[in-house]
């Protein structure tokens, strides 16, 4: 499997290096709705301070230097990294950036830390490092990824949370600091799939069949005795209890994309008291393409990108979440350019462009 997962991602690697694979083209001189990069199954989008893309697959990690051109292929650069170069594993489900320049990458078979040196495209003077079970994780498949604000690292797997701290000494693994959370501390179910960190550092728990869970760890996360955990299920207000993806909006408003629609959540502030609460749920009949709901981002304007299993759709809520009568919607699918009707995750670029994981490569829009 490894020889063919490495074979895939070559293949990947060679195919964008040619340029990109143009979309279908609507009749007339319009422009292009996407960019596409056709590819292996993208998992997580993430870009490095410089800009430069990082992609997770099914098939090892991929860097894209696009020199801020993203549709246009000629100045394109383009590396990829598998267990030949020292991932733990080919599934790479998210990357991070750390201190000195690391790279943390998230794998089902464990936690990688690469440094390239400051020099991506050469291979021979990477360094990298390996954790798993024996350094702190709680299990080596992990699912989802995300960094505090103090650098911290949330890992979401089948047997709990790991939350990890380095100490900004990447290369060392001496002051490291582990500490796992589950259904023992008040995780609603121990399968976490999704972590969502709110504007006030809040941790938000997804899981596949139990729910939601809050936890305020009073800005202490090594520390367990100041913790406040609050749950959320259906009679809560969420429309299903599969969690599939979870966004803030810059009113504190929580968006949580579930198996059954998408659901918005305005807490008055105080997440830890459920009595000043009032949600909002949207399905296929108010304008979602799908109700299984993978990846939401939220541009600067506050419109919402919803990453579906059957294309793309956009809510323009005009700033009334809780008042669906000036909403506007769209949806998107290959008909209009996507690479595949699965979309897994979608992010939000410094400039406002798109940027979307697919079941077969990468879609980008202005």
């Avoid at 750390?98 to 990688?112: D, E, F, P, Q, R």
Wanted: some cysteine.
């Amino acid at each position: 499997m490894k020889t063919a997962r490495s074979f895939i991602l070559a293949c990947f690697v060679s195919i964008l290096g040619l340029g990109l694979l143009a979309c279908p083209q609507p009749d007339g001189p319009a422009a292009p709705l996407f960019t596409s990069f056709s590819g292996p199954e993208i998992w997580s989008i993430a870009f490095d301070a410089s800009g430069a893309k990082w992609f997770g697959t099914a098939a090892g990690l991929v860097y894209l230097d696009d020199h801020g051109t993203p549709t246009n292929q000629t100045d394109d650069v383009w590396v990829g990294f598998t267990e030949a170069d020292g991932l733990s594993d080919d599934r790479v489900s998210a990357v991070h950036f750390g201190a000195i320049g690391a790279k943390w990458v998230s794998t089902y078979n464990g936690l990688c830390c690469f440094g390239d040196n400051g020099t991506v495209a050469d291979k021979e003077d990477d360094n990298w490092l390996l954790f798993n079970t024996t350094d702190g994780l709680v299990s080596k498949g992990i699912y989802q990824t995300r960094m505090d604000a103090m650098g911290g690292m949330w890992f979401g797997t089948g047997k709990g949370v790991s939350y990890f701290h380095d100490n900004a000494t990447p290369g060392s693994k001496v002051d490291d600091s582990w500490v796992t959370f589950s259904k023992v501390d008040g995780l609603i179910d121990n399968y976490v799939q999704v972590i969502g960190i709110d504007l006030s550092g809040g941790k938000w728990f997804g899981t596949p069949s139990a729910g939601l869970s809050y936890l305020d760890d009073g800005g202490t996360p090594a520390n367990k005795g100041d913790d406040s955990w609050t749950t959320y299920g259906t009679s809560d207000g969420l429309s299903h209890v599969s969690i599939m993806s979870i966004a803030f909006d810059a009113a504190g408003g929580k968006w949580v994309g579930t198996g059954g629609g998408l659901c918005y959540l305005d807490d008055n502030g105080t997440p830890s008291v459920k009595g000043d609460d009032t949600w909002m749920s949207y399905t296929t009949s108010d304008g979602l393409a799908s109700n299984d709901i993978y990846g939401i981002a939220i541009e600067a304007t506050g419109k919402k990108w919803l990453a579906t299993s059957w294309g793309v759709s956009s809510l323009d809520d005009n700033a009334t979440p809780l008042n669906k009568a000036d909403d506007s919607w769209t949806s998107y699918s290959p008909d209009d350019g996507l690479t595949d009707w699965t979309v897994v995750d979608v992010v939000v670029d410094s400039s406002g462009g798109k940027w979307f994981a697919t079941g077969s490569g990468v879609c980008y829009c202005p």
